[in-house]
């Protein structure tokens, strides 16, 4: 599949079926932790700069935001979870939210769950990899801040992160910096894979 990845524009925000664009067109969920880079790693795959606003106040997606890419596919940024300073009311209606668009869209090919490189998997992570795998729902891992890590202390990482999310090996795991764009191109040739 061919994209011009220049050619993508936020469509829509939306908090509920009635508001999901009405066609046929694949869609890739990205959900992660406010703060695990998943606006950097929009900017990064789709090669712009503030395409997805990066914020310094993780939690400040709070619908879900379709991004239209070349006419071709849609990405689909999912409200961060796990920020603290959200009202427990608030973070319920997100899961809500959530929960409502994995298991029902159809137009969902894959979910890239994102986790930080450098910590260990939060319970929310093993608990978003634990649903998607229960709905069989394809999963690609994204570890996030590769950078930010030694290139030699990666494998030790890697390991520590399957660990905790009882990774299973037939899902993509990637290693992923938004700084060196490590890990861009298996990142779409896992996403390519399962259009």
């Known amino acids: ?25 694949p869609e890739i969920a990205l959900a992660g932790r406010s703060n695990v880079g998943k606006s950097s790693f929009i900017n990064t795959m789709l090669n712009r700069k503030n395409l997805a606003r990066t914020s310094g ?3 400040k997606t709070q619908l879900l935001n379709f ?34 668009y994995l298991t029902t869209r159809e ?11 450098r910590h260990d998997p939060s319970a929310d992570d093993v608990q978003m990899y634990e649903f998607l795998k229960y709905y069989e729902i394809p ?33 993509d795991f990637i290693l992923f910096s938004s700084v060196s764009k490590a890990g861009m191109d298996q990142a779409w040739d896992a996403i390519f894979e399962k259009l």
Do not use: C
């Open 1 to 25: 599949m061919e994209i011009n990845t220049h050619n993508a524009e936020i469509l829509l925000s939306a908090a509920n079926k009635s508001h999901y664009p009405q066609d046929e067109l």
């Open 57 to 59: 106040k993780p939690g």
């Open 67 to 100: 991004f239209n890419i070349d006419d071709k596919m849609r990405f689909v940024d999912v409200p961060g979870y796990g920020y603290a300073r959200v009202s427990k009311k608030e973070r319920e209606k997100w899961g809500r939210m959530i929960e409502e």
């Open 107 to 117: 137009n969902l090919r894959a979910v890239v769950s994102l986790v930080d490189l």
């Open 139 to 171: 999963v690609i891992i994204v570890a996030t801040k590769a950078d930010k890590i030694p290139r030699g202390k990666w494998n030790k990482h890697e390991s520590a992160i399957k660990k905790k999310l009882n990774f299973d090996p037939s899902d």
